[in-house]
């Protein structure tokens, strides 16, 4: 069994830009720099057989290169008390089409749909009971940055979950128009 799920990474350069970020928040757990991608549809574990026919599809989809533009913080909430701490990605249609297009493929195929509305972000941290002022002003400090990229290409990535970080590892990268 593998675990995937199709993203697009980010420039090293700004990855490295991101991570500096990572301060201001106790108990923080930040995400490593070679770890901060967007998600376009998590997958999970699935057998040889069907990442296999995963792949067939994704390298048959077709769409155009865009630009894509990280602007915004936020945070998602989880369970009881885990927070998501994230940079925002503007839902610019050509990147709400790719995802279409990736959900519609995969469907196509035979995987359950995705039930959750897709909120395009960059996970920066995973918090837990951060305290409120720190967060709040990490937010204010952040909530302004923006920044364009080129995208001209998406990703197959496998995630092996161990002990430590996740190991992202890009299995097949698949070039847009
Ligand atoms: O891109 P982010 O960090 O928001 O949280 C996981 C990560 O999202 C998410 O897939 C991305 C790559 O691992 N993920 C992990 N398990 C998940 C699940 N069961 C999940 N998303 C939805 N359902």
């Not at 999970?44 to 994704?58: F, K």
Request: net charge neutral; hydrophobic share 45%; with cysteine.
């Amino acid at each position: 069994m593998i675990r995937l799920f199709v993203g697009i990474p980010l420039p090293p350069s700004l990855q490295q830009r991101l991570v500096s970020f990572a301060a201001g928040i106790p108990n923080a757990h930040w995400t490593p720099a070679e770890n901060l991608h967007l998600t376009l549809r998590f997958v999970g574990e699935v057998d040889e057989a069907v990442a296999n026919s995963i792949h067939d599809a994704l390298a048959e989809l077709q769409a155009p290169a865009f630009t894509m533009t990280v602007a915004g913080c936020g945070t998602f909430e989880g369970g009881r008390r885990a927070i998501t701490l994230w940079l925002g990605v503007e839902r610019e249609p050509a990147l709400l089409r790719l995802r279409d297009k990736v959900e519609s493929a995969l469907v196509r195929i035979g995987l359950p749909p995705e039930g959750r509305r897709f909120q395009p972000h960059i996970t920066l941290a995973r918090l837990k009971d951060p305290p409120l002022p720190k967060l709040q002003s990490f937010i204010a400090g952040h909530n302004l940055f923006r920044e364009s990229v080129p995208v001209a290409s998406f990703v197959l990535f496998s995630s092996h979950l161990g002990r430590g970080e996740p190991i992202y590892t890009a299995e097949a990268e698949y070039p847009l128009g």
